[in-house]
């Protein structure tokens, strides 16, 4: 609804707004209807074309420095096999960090859009992940291992094994929710 609102506001058409995101008119259609729920590549388009932030979209009851593990709010980074929860509070604009666990195989979806942050930091706490940039360059992230890359650098990622989850912990900063 809020969607629906930053839209109307900027007096824009549904057709307008898929036109500048490239994104299908029932699909927006849909998610102003909280019907389907946009990856995080397709939710920045949409901010982008509609001049807002994605933690505008966000109600912040408690402005709350703590966050405690039983009430992290789960998001949707992105990706296929992938369970993210939102480690810093939602108002915090300086810096975001999320917990993802990426199951056997779970992969993102497309190369990662660019972003407005100016720096990804990933850090795997337990089993290994795969970064690809656009670049060309591949990194092998094992237990321990950490990766610091530009925002607005495309990056497709995968956890490699078969049998074991991944879990690692991005930092984007500023934020981008």
């Known amino acids: ?24 008119r029932g699909f927006l259609s849909q998610v102003e209807r909280d019907l389907a729920t946009p990856s995080v590549g397709s939710l920045l388009r949409i901010c982008a074309a509609l001049r807002v932030r994605i933690g505008d979209l966000f109600d912040e009851q408690d402005a709350s420095r703590l966050v405690r593990a039983k009430e992290r709010p789960a998001i949707q ?30 992969h993102s979806t497309r190369g990662s859009q660019p972003t407005s942050a100016e720096a990804h930091f990933v850090h795997v706490t337990k089993g290994e992940f795969e970064i690809s940039l656009v670049t060309g360059e591949v990194f092998r992230l094992k237990a321990g291992d950490s990766l610091t890359f530009r925002g607005q650098e495309e990056a497709g990622w995968r956890n490699p094994s078969r049998t074991r989850s991944t879990e690692l912990l991005w930092v984007i900063t500023p ?3």
């Open 1 to 24: 609804s809020r969607l629906r609102e930053a839209r109307k506001r900027r007096e824009l058409t549904i057709d307008q707004v898929a036109t500048a995101t490239g994104l299908n």
């Open 77 to 106: 980074f992105g990706g296929v096999g992938a369970r993210d929860e939102l480690l810093t509070p939602g108002w915090e604009r300086r810096i975001q960090t999320i917990r993802s666990v990426v199951e056997p195989g779970g």
């Open 175 to 177: 934020s981008l929710f």
